[in-house]
């Protein structure tokens, strides 16, 4: 059934936009970035069939029937730590006594609708939506916890809509260039970085005022973002020039681009800064590890059938890469890469399609949705344990600070799914908006 083949690729692309690697709290934390924002576009220049629901906006380059959806980040929802994000949520201070845990609110965008749903972690309830923007898609949060940043691309335009986490209202959007494909956020909070894929820029917005600076000029379609974790460099990813650029962070200024593989699609970097390691999707199937020192790119590791998506375990020891596949000849696949050699392991079969990723603080797990499972891996030995059923078309996963719970979003079921890690059992699925397409989680 070539047409249904074809759906379902589609829909996994779709997917890949917004799942990028989401390992954990302090994995994906501002201040010790170890891989690339977890929500990134998949805007790549592959032969599509034309829309048959809705129709596509000029320029953008979206795939398969799906309604236009919105890293990924991957890696992929961005999470980070505060306490400022509490029952303040509907006007109420959290009660003194209440613990970490309780406070801890996961936020899911939903393309179709424009809007952000609140989920209380503690009680796995939605809270009231709050409007975004037309078509909101990529996520990010400040350090401190204390902004919410998602961008909406929009006909001939773009904005990145900021939201305080204190009240859970949107500000006034900010305007960026085209088609804003991934946020990323320095260590110290004070400027997020946009990419804008149909613009071919970056635009830096300072945090404290919510205003756009002058926007840096990158390479053909610009999909994802990465900054190092001591904030001095952003690396960009350019879909359509096969180069990542880095970006002086104290001055804006572009140095030299780095020539990767085809299509680089996801970045993920090392928790001491060294290496910057760049998925090449398109039958590429290759990483890239980049060294930051010099901006030098190293020899392509071979990983597996179009890689997607990338995360690093906390520990640094162990890159894990994520093969689309081609349904149903070529299965998806994980790639584990040793960072010290930067040898790659024998692929671990998840069977169906992925491209998102994320892995439990403790480094112990790598959960892998795929279609409408998510499949554990134990790092420990690289083995695949039994399939958790979540339904739906797996778009977008995150972890909460504590490990215990990984959410997923099912952006044809409307809902997410928790999923207890201690026992690897799904729950309750909870409804939130029409196509839930990313998750960030913010204590």
């Known amino acids: 059934m070539p047409d249904l083949n074809d759906e379902l690729r589609d829909l996994a692309d779709e997917a890949a936009r917004h799942a990028r690697p989401l390992p954990v709290a302090d994995v994906i934390r501002q201040g010790d970035r170890r891989h690339q924002p977890a929500v990134t576009l998949w805007p790549l220049r592959r032969a599509r069939k034309p829309r048959r629901a809705t129709q596509a906006r000029p320029g953008r380059r979206w795939p398969g029937w799906v309604a236009p959806l919105a890293a990924a980040a991957a890696v992929i929802a961005v999470v980070a730590g505060t306490a400022a994000v509490s029952s303040a949520i509907h006007g109420r201070r959290a009660a003194a006594g209440a613990s970490p845990a309780d406070r801890v609110i996961a936020y899911v965008v939903d393309s179709e609708s424009g809007t952000v749903t609140p989920i209380r972690t503690a009680t796995n309830t939605p809270l009231p ?38 009240t859970n209202t949107a500000l006034r959007p900010i305007k960026t260039g085209r088609t804003p494909a991934a946020i990323a956020i320095t260590p110290d909070g004070k400027t997020a970085y946009v990419a804008n894929f149909d613009s071919g820029t970056v635009t ?205 979003a099912n952006m044809l079921s409307g809902k997410v799914t928790p999923i207890r890690t201690a026992t690897n059992t799904p729950l309750p699925p909870i409804k939130t908006g029409l196509r839930p397409i990313a998750i960030a989680i913010a204590p």
């Open 204 to 408: 830096p917005i300072r945090t404290a005022a919510n205003t756009a600076l002058p926007p840096i000029k990158t390479g053909s379609d610009p999909v994802t973002i990465a900054i190092t974790p001591d904030g001095k460099t952003a690396y960009v990813a350019n879909n359509g020039s096969g180069t990542v650029t880095p970006i002086r962070t104290a001055t804006n200024k572009a140095l030299r681009p780095i020539k990767v593989g085809p299509h680089p699609d996801a970045i993920a970097i090392t928790p001491d800064g060294g290496t910057v390691y760049v998925a090449n999707d398109i039958h590429a199937g290759t990483v890239t590890p980049i060294r930051t020192a010099t901006n030098k790119a190293l020899p392509p590791i071979k990983t597996g059938y179009d890689s997607a998506a990338i995360a690093i375990t906390p520990d640094g020891k162990t890159a894990y890469v994520v093969n689309l596949g081609l349904y149903p000849k070529i299965p998806g696949t994980v790639t584990p890469i040793q960072t010290a050699t930067n040898t790659a392991l024998p692929p671990i079969n998840i069977g169906g399609l992925s491209a998102n990723i994320a892995i439990t603080p403790d480094g112990k797990t790598v959960y892998v949705p795929a279609g409408g499972v998510v499949t554990p891996i134990r790092t420990a030995t690289n083995t695949p344990l039994p399939p958790i059923n979540v339904g739906g078309i797996s778009a977008g996963i995150a972890i909460t600070p504590d490990g215990k719970t990984a959410y997923v």
């Open 129 to 166: 939506p709050i409007n975004t923007g037309d078509n909101s898609d990529t996520i990010a949060i400040t350090p401190d916890g204390k902004t919410v940043y998602v961008a909406n691309y929009v006909y001939r335009g773009g904005t990145v809509t900021p939201i305080r986490t204190a």
